[in-house]
């Protein structure tokens, strides 16, 4: 089994958007069946909220885009 772990730059305040195109590019960047098992930090879908009503926008707006 081959796996790949991606682990993004820690966001500063206002770059989770920023860090969700990483992860998307990242992954994009990936060969069909070049790994078996691709490992993301938790919370990749809302990452760098800064509060509760920031990662709850984040996890329904650009973090719901990211994982469809």
């Known amino acids: 089994m081959i796996a790949s772990i991606l682990q993004p730059p820690y966001p500063l305040p206002g ?8 992860q998307s590019a990242a992954l994009r ?4 069946h070049s790994t078996d098992l691709i490992v993301l930090p938790e919370y990749c879908n809302c990452t760098g ?6 990662t709850l926008y984040l ?4 973090g ?5």
């Open 59 to 62: 996890f329904d707006n650009p």
């Open 64 to 68: 719901a885009e990211f994982v469809s």
């Open 49 to 54: 909220g800064r509060d509760l009503a920031e």
């Open 15 to 22: 770059q989770a958007v920023e860090t969700l195109a990483w």
């Open 29 to 32: 960047r990936f060969e069909k």
